[in-house]
Nanobody, 127 residues
Framework: QVQLVESGGGLVQAGGSLRLSCAAS????????MGWFRQAPGKEREFVAA????????????DYANSVRGRFTISRDNAKNTVYLQMNTLKPEDTAVYYC????????????????WGQGTQVTVSS
C-alpha cells in the first residue's frame, strides 16, 4: 500500500513558477513509476509527466505531455520518498487540480494504469 500526499499548490500569475511535492509512504518507493496528472473543471483527468525507473541503478526516464514539455520538470528524491513537479512559465490553461499517482515499475500516461493517488492540490494561474 502506498499513500501519497501532495503539497505546493496555490495562486500564481501567468509567467510565474510553482513547485509541487508529493510525499509517499512505502519502503519500495524507488521502484515505483511516479506520475503527475491534472484535472480542470469539466474536463477529464490528463497526463502531465511521469518518471520511471530504468531498472538499473539510479537511472530514471521522464516523459511529458506536449503541453508542458520544456516548461515543467519532474524529479524525485528517493531518500525522502518524494517526487516533485517544477512548473515554470505557467499559463492560465495550466489551472487545474494536480494529482500525484504511483504504479509499480511500468511507465504509462493513462490514469487508469495507476494504482495509488493523492488527494490533489489546486493550482490557479491568473492572467
Amino acid at each position: 500500500q502506498v499513500q501519497l500526499v501532495e503539497s505546493g499548490g496555490g495562486l500564481v500569475q501567468a509567467g510565474g513558477s510553482l513547485r509541487l511535492s508529493c510525499a509517499a509512504s512505502g519502503r519500495t518507493f524507488s521502484s515505483y513509476t511516479m506520475g503527475w496528472f491534472r484535472q480542470a473543471p469539466g474536463k477529464e483527468r490528463e497526463f502531465v509527466a511521469a518518471l520511471r525507473w530504468s531498472g538499473s541503478g539510479s537511472v530514471y526516464y521522464a516523459d511529458y505531455a506536449n503541453s508542458v514539455r520544456g516548461r515543467f520538470t519532474i524529479s524525485r528524491d528517493n531518500a525522502k520518498n518524494t517526487v516533485y513537479l517544477q512548473m515554470n512559465t505557467l499559463k492560465p490553461e495550466d489551472t487545474a487540480v494536480y494529482y500525484c499517482a504511483a504504479r509499480w515499475r511500468q511507465d504509462s500516461s493513462r490514469a487508469y494504469d495507476y494504482d495509488y493517488w493523492g488527494q490533489g492540490t489546486q493550482v490557479t494561474v491568473s492572467s
